[in-house]
């Protein structure tokens, strides 16, 4: 079946700023061995990382992109707030998330795990739906720096094709 990669634009909500110019990145099946996730994302300069659930709530980094690949078990996660995409996920599933998405878990199998990374080791914020925060998140959002690397493929990842300031 092979690896499936798609993108969509998650629109500002008033409360949640999501990301004006960059777009989720969604690589399905990308991963056989979950094993080696969090070396790959170490290894293409995604790092901090991290192993655990996502929160039941809207919620986004305005300093920083964020990678979550499912290190097992599936789950249904919302993205963009409460109108935005449902994403079915499974294990060997990743989704890049440029800096202001919004994003939850709906519901999940109990063996849920994924593991996160960021470029460069940034330390994310954590920023909850407020419409009284939006100007500044948007101005901290687009000072974001694309970055170098694609957390999955390195240097020629989609990433480097799709994220273009």
Known sequence: MGTQIRSFFANDTGDIPNNPTLPVIVYQGVFDDNLSMEDQFEQHNWTGTWTGDIYDYH????????????????????IGGDAGERLELKAGDVVVLPAGT????????????????????????????????????????????????????????????????
């Open 59 to 78: 919620h986004f980094h305005t300093n920083t992109h964020e990678v979550l690949g499912v290190k097992s078990g599936s789950a249904t996660v919302q």
């Open 102 to 165: 919004g994003h939850k878990k709906i519901d999940s199998s109990q063996d849920f795990e994924v593991v996160g990374a960021y470029p460069n080791g940034r330390n994310p914020d954590l920023k909850e739906e407020d419409p009284g925060v939006r100007a500044q998140a948007l101005s901290q959002i687009k000072n974001v720096p694309v970055p170098e690397t694609d957390p999955v493929y390195g240097d020629e990842g989609p990433l480097l094709h799709k994220w273009v300031k």
